[in-house]
């Protein structure tokens, strides 16, 4: 407020925060040391890195080169370096290429190799990320890259392993090629399960050659594929999907998003749900069958056919169409069991009388569900 008796400007409680003055350039790159020293808080930069899927840490953001956008001091993240240097007055920062320790884009590497070499973890997290897969340790030290061969020192994620192999200097990195023998005919796996047992990285690949005839979404798609062991190591694809590990000794399976705990299906809406289409023959059925009977026999019933895919089950854990409980056989006839849509499947209710009492053989014969 201003006092006239005193001729001075009071400021009571009003505050005015700092202005940060714009110290970049537009259109000029800037290390990450650069934009710091010139006033940029550190958060800044790990935004920017961030919205990029990098990991926002200080060893990367120190070694990162940021384009300033506009006149207003935004920026965005270009690139990752081993060693940042300065362009000088009204040039481009960049990285220097002459100090960081290049892999060559004709061979392949473990990730452990590449991880171990300054620089290159942020790129292998990059190329996880973009692949859509597990960023971990043990995960990252077994998988297989390819560099591309840029300046940046961009990789490519080509494959998991379960066990990557050191092929020496001038030659590429492999996937293990074990014997191969140690799955058990007649059990489905999951393609991740086969590769941590080594030496089925060939044989995955060939499986899923007709589907995925470009090697490097084979590669991409080859751990969460459900697989069949025929003996002898060789294997049949199932199917491509959410992939889920069943146990020891029992079949892995597809996870079925329809599959709701408390929800009810016929056996075939089941099998329907347990893989994905676009796949090949869809038949990770053939596990659900099994699981099915397995079902039918604990609750004393007989395991035909008709039983399996008639029949109304309840999913027991969500989307683990694997486990599931009997409630009730609808009858011989397909069109018995009725696909509920949204709500649960249920047994077509058929001359069933109100006030008459029946015996539960008679209503099952009906094709009555609920007892």
């Known amino acids: 407020m201003f006092n006239p008796t005193r001729g001075v400007l009071v400021l009571g409680s ?12 537009k259109g000029l790159s800037y290390c990450g040391t650069a934009l710091i020293s010139r006033g940029y808080d550190q958060q800044r930069l790990v935004d920017a ?4 899927g990098q990991a926002g840490i200080s060893s990367i953001i120190n070694g990162s080169v940021y384009h ?22 009204g040039h481009d920062d960049s990285c220097d290429t002459s100090k960081r320790a290049n892999c060559d884009a004709r061979f392949t590497y473990c990730g452990s190799t590449l991880t171990s070499r300054a620089g290159y973890s942020p790129q292998v997290e990059s190329a996880l990320r973009q ?20 300046a940046s020192g961009t ?21 293990a ?29 060939n499986a899923l050659q007709s589907v995925f005839p470009d090697s490097a979404e084979r590669d991409q798609k080859m751990g969460v594929s459900l697989f069949m062991c025929n003996g002898n190591g060789n294997v049949t694809a199932l199917s491509t999907c959410n992939c889920l590990n069943g146990g020891s000794g029992a079949n892995d399976y597809c996870a079925s998003p329809s599959c709701k705990k408390g929800v009810n299906f016929c056996g075939t809406s089941l099998m329907q749900n347990s893989g994905n289409s676009a796949m090949l023959t869809l038949l990770a059925p053939g596990a659900q069958r099994s699981t099915l009977a397995a079902a039918l026999s604990a609750a004393g ?5 008709a039983h399996v895919e008639n029949s109304v089950f309840t999913c027991q854990v969500d989307i683990q169409a694997n486990k599931v409980k009997f409630l009730s056989f609808c009858g011989n006839n397909a069109t018995q069991c009725i696909n ?20 539960g053989k008679t209503l099952l014969a009906k094709g009555k569900s609920n007892p």
């Open 301 to 305: 019933q007989p395991t035909d056919n």
């Open 68 to 89: 300033c956008d506009d006149d207003s001091g935004n920026i965005s993240f270009v690139t990752t370096c081993d060693v940042c240097k300065d362009g000088g007055a």
């Open 14 to 25: 009003l505050f005015f925060a700092p202005v940060l003055a714009v110290n970049c350039s």
């Open 177 to 205: 090629d074990k014997s191969g023998s140690n799955c058990s005919s007649g059990i489905a796996y999951c393609g991740f399960n086969l590769l941590n047992k080594g030496g089925y990285h060939t044989r995955l690949s």
């Open 340 to 359: 509920g849509g949204a709500a649960s499947d249920h047994c077509q209710p058929t001359k069933c009388r109100f006030g008459i009492d029946y015996c």
């Open 155 to 175: 990789v490519e994620f080509l494959s998991y392993c379960g066990s990557c192999v050191d092929g020496g200097a001038g030659n590429s990195d492999s996937c």
């Open 49 to 52: 890195l961030e919205k990029t």
């Open 131 to 150: 692949a859509s897969q597990p960023i971990n340790s043990g995960f990252t030290s077994q998988s297989l890259f390819k560099c591309t061969g840029d």
